[in-house]
């Protein structure tokens, strides 16, 4: 099988990348990336020799169409996908998000190639935090941010494309990812590399908020479960249950490293930061079998500081640009 994976230097790329090559062997692998500011050929390098790297963008029709036409699937994950960054400059969210999928979707349906959308629930907008209620596949969109409003556009055109044209597509959304090579502009890294820098994890307003954790490895092999089995057209939710304040999470850290539980400073929130986020993923489950691995986060949470203390060549180039920029906005 010849998959191409957009977003394959980035955080949950790579990891899928890494996953594919270690399970299926009789991949043949390409990685199509733009290398913007979140992409790292540091995070391929274990398997550099086993794929076809190609530097470039999703919106370059002409790149697309070739690559897709030499595809038997495509699994999407390139995006913009920083909130934060969203907020202060949405104009490469439209490009890459809206432009570079639908430009996906033309050259799969040119082609009849396979087309997996790597979606978020953010596309939900947020849960009240006293409600019991989970997303499901029927729960509106309602998106907050021009981070989640792009994805929402985008998993509406794969959604048009199916039902107008027969795209073979099939749509993920899921929460909250953690775990090796994610960004250090993200909350877990973020906060565990200040602490190995004896800085203080930084919690946005009251730190109440919820996100539904789930260690990345169980995100992609729900993704690999969904291309084998999953059914054309349909959306399936991908979460593990794993629902955290931040405090809670900021909390457990500072408990990892040793450090006092109130070792922490309130920052200045974020414009329109949703309450609650939390997945129902029961058709994945049940219609899939479907199962998480990773089900207990402390342990979860444990490896990827261990992983960080390992890899510093890999995030510090980046540690003090990323907390020169949240300084300027009091974060
Ligand atoms: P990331 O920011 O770490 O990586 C994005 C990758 O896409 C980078 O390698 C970047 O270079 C590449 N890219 C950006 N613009 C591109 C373009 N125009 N052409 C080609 N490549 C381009 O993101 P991530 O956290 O790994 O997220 C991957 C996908 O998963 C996104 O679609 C995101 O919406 C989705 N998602 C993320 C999470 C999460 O918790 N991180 C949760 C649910 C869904
Ligand atoms: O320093 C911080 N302090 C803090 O309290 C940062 C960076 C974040 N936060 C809070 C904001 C959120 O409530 O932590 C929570 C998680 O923040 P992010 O890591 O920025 O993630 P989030 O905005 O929830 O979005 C993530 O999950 C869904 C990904 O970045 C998206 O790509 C994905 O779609």
Same mark, same amino acid.
């Given at each position: ?8 230097? +980035? ?177 877990? *890294? ?7 820098? +004896? ?117 510090? *180039? ?14």
């Amino acid at each position: 099988m010849r998959v191409l994976i957009t977003g394959g230097a +980035g955080f949950i790329g790579a990891n899928f990348t890494h996953q594919t090559i270690r399970e299926r062997p009789e991949a043949q692998v390409t990685v199509l990336d733009a290398l913007t500011y979140a992409g790292d050929l540091k995070s391929l390098a274990p398997v550099d020799h086993q794929i076809t790297l190609v530097r470039g963008s999703i919106t370059d029709s002409d790149l697309v169409d070739r690559l897709v036409a030499e595809s038997d699937v495509v699994v999407h994950f390139a995006a913009e996908s920083h909130n934060d960054n969203s907020l202060d400059d949405p104009s490469p969210f439209v490009a890459t998000n809206l432009v570079g999928t639908f430009t996906l979707l033309e050259a799969v349906r040119r082609h009849g190639v396979r087309f997996h959308h790597v979606s978020t629930d953010e596309v939900y907008g947020d849960l009240e935090l006293d409600d019991p209620a989970k997303f499901t596949p029927e729960t509106p969109y309602n998106p907050s941010s021009p981070y989640s409003a792009t994805k929402a556009g985008s998993d509406l055109l794969v959604r048009a494309w199916v039902r107008s044209f027969g795209v073979r597509a099939t749509i993920s959304n899921c929460s909250n990812n953690y775990g090796p090579y994610q960004h250090v502009e993200k909350f877990i *890294p973020r906060q565990i590399t200040n602490l190995i820098d +004896g800085v203080r994890p930084k919690l946005y307003g009251a730190g109440l908020n919820v996100r539904d954790w789930i260690h990345v490895e169980d995100h992609n092999s729900a993704v690999w479960t969904i291309i084998d089995h999953g059914r054309i057209g349909e959306t399936y939710l991908i979460g593990a249950d794993g629902e955290k304040n931040n405090l809670e999470v900021v909390r457990t850290l500072l408990e990892v490293f040793g450090r006092d539980a109130d070792d922490f400073d309130h920052v200045t929130d974020r414009p329109g930061h949703d309450l609650r986020y939390a997945i129902d993923a029961t058709r994945l489950r049940q219609e899939l079998g479907w199962q998480p691995r990773f089900t207990d986060f402390r342990s979860g949470l444990q490896a990827t500081v261990d992983w960080y203390r390992e890899h510093e060549a890999w995030w510090r *180039p980046r540690k003090a640009a990323v907390e020169a920029k949240y300084a300027a906005t009091g974060q």
